[in-house]
């Protein structure tokens, strides 16, 4: 046996073969030098021409005067819990059954129409001359309610429900205040209506919406806007209210926050578990072969019209036993939701995702812009929110940016194209900006590395001093305002061999009021709006603060 030392291979390395040999060599082996900075080079032992010399963190990143490293991209899911299956009809059975069912569907239609009116009127009959809302309904108005109960019921009814398998059976509300569902259709609250009456936590917009505003009045709904946090906070303490009062309705949630398509359970917003009640999970399935009833990419007449024409339509209901936060210790909502989605999920027997609302937002911005693989563009926000502190709406402007960088049928945007959209000429530095979020130097970004890398920039704590002093140095003389002459000077530091039309171009983009003159609300719109191009102002910054 061969004496060992550190750098010598640990399998001998075969220096016979014979030709037949060759094409079933072993790979080369391979030498791993790990650097005090944490960069691995691999480099095949004995192929010293291909040598790569090191580049130091501060020479290759273009943000390492912002103390910004390399970041890691978040893992990715090829799940879409948004997709509808059945978007179009399709095959010759489902045709023959819509021509089949159309006299049917007139008469489910007229049943629809004439239930809603009923529930309506006997809703408003109960709401009237009703005005302390702000305490449980008085029980004959209850009472009254269930006329539009059995309303709702006849609805499901209209819409080919005739029956619903149910297992397991609804807690006492005195057990399990709060109940939380997976929210698959618009059948979903219809059901909990007629099955439950509960009070319901739901979007201010659906006030507005005809008749449905007027009884999920009637339901004392908690309305929340899931863009403010003041309405968000309002609304937790709703919902410790009347979970603690046995006179108050259970209160039920769809803590995802939207529709999926039930085969996966996306993240858990965290209002239903703070308040630190038991809770009821409940799980609604719906079984099809021909006919996806989930809300995905369909649009909501399409879909009432799809339920009208099936002789029936599968609906599953499962009560599952009570989930209470743990009593020998504190536990916090992140965690209770995480033990309650991980209960639906294993009885749904789907995956966890961390998908959210901003990913139903980003997948209507690549609807909009007519993008051919809209799920390209889903990024599980749940988990890039919480990494980053980015808001959804930040992320649509993101997904806005990128789009305009005509991003190919793999949603990938090559180089050239960053460079147009970011008024950036090929140099070194707007290869490094490049570089920084091709983390797998393919020569080609997708949206997730877009996102992800901007917002890894514009979470740094030195990023917003980074745009004063960009400003001060730009600035000169202190008028609170640039001029292009000021402007292309200071670039010149960063970019040398600017023209006259490289610099109007950056001009134009950071004069985002197009008043002639960038002033400081214009340039930190801008690099709020482009985070990347703080990268730009390296000098001018390090020269303010290393006089």
């Known amino acids: 046996m061969s004496d060992h030392t550190v750098s010598a291979p640990l399998l001998p390395t075969s220096t016979h073969l014979s030709d037949s040999d060759h094409d079933q060599a072993p790979e080369p082996h391979v030498i791993v030098t790990v650097d005090d900075d944490d960069g691995v080079h691999q480099l095949p032992n004995g192929d010293d021409h291909q040598l790569v010399t090191h580049i130091s963190e501060v020479d290759d990143n273009p943000y390492a005067f912002l103390g910004a490293k390399r970041f890691d991209m978040p893992g990715s899911t090829t799940v879409d819990p948004f997709r509808n299956n059945t978007p179009r009809i399709e095959g010759v059975y489902e045709w023959f059954k819509i021509v089949v069912c159309l006299p049917l569907a007139l008469v489910r239609l007229l049943l629809f129409g004439l239930s809603l009116m009923v529930g309506y009127v006997a809703t408003r009959l109960a709401l009237y001359g009703w005005k302390d809302k702000h305490n449980p309904m008085p029980k004959w108005r209850s009472r009254l309610m269930c006329v539009t109960r059995f309303s709702a019921r006849t609805i499901l009814f209209s819409f080919g429900y005739q029956w619903i398998r149910r297992k397991g059976k609804p807690a006492p509300r005195e057990i399990a205040p709060v109940v939380v569902s997976n929210h698959v259709s618009y059948i979903d609250p219809i059901f909990y209506f007629y099955e439950l009456f509960p009070t319901i936590v739901a979007s201010e917009s659906h006030d507005s919406m005809p008749f449905v505003g007027t009884i999920i009045r009637a339901m004392q709904v908690i309305y929340v806007n899931r863009f403010s946090p003041t309405s968000r906070k309002h609304a937790v303490s709703e919902i410790k209210r009347k979970a603690s009062c046995n006179q108050f309705p259970r209160v039920l949630l769809f803590p995802e926050g939207t529709t999926t398509n039930g085969r996966a359970i996306i993240s858990f917003q965290l209002g239903a578990f703070i308040p630190g009640y038991p809770i009821q999970p409940v799980i609604v399935r719906y079984p099809h ?259």
């Open 289 to 547: 072969v021909h006919f996806d009833q989930s809300w995905g990419n369909v649009s909501l007449g399409m879909l009432m019209f799809r339920m009208f024409t099936q002789f029936h339509n599968f609906m599953e209901v499962e009560y599952l036993p009570v989930v209470s936060p743990h009593e020998n210790q504190k536990e916090n909502a992140v965690r209770f939701a995480q033990r309650t989605g991980h209960a639906v999920s294993t009885a749904l027997n789907v995956v966890q995702t961390s998908h959210s609302y901003g990913d139903v937002l980003l997948l209507a911005k690549a609807l909009e812009c007519n993008q051919e693989n809209p799920s390209l563009y889903l990024v599980e926000m749940a988990a890039v929110e919480a990494a980053f502190h980015l808001s959804s709406l930040e992320a649509v402007e993101f997904l806005d940016v990128f789009l305009s960088m005509n991003p190919d049928s793999k949603g990938q945007v090559e180089i050239h194209d960053f460079l147009r959209v970011l008024r950036l000429k090929p140099c070194t530095l707007s290869e490094k900006i490049f570089g920084f979020i091709d983390m797998q130097k393919s020569c080609k970004v997708t949206f997730k590395q877009f996102l992800v890398g901007s917002a890894h920039i514009l979470k740094q704590p030195l990023f917003h001093q980074a745009c004063e002093s960009a400003f001060t140095a730009c600035d000169d003389g202190g008028k609170n305002y640039i001029l292009e002459q000021e402007f292309g000077c200071s670039l010149m530091l960063s970019l040398p061999g600017l023209s006259n039309n490289e610099i109007h171009g950056l001009f134009t983009l950071f004069d985002t009021d197009h008043d002639g003159k960038i002033s400081k609300a214009d340039l930190i719109a801008c690099l709020r709006r482009y985070p990347l191009l703080i990268a730009l102002f390296s000098p001018c910054v390090l020269q303010q603060t290393c006089p």
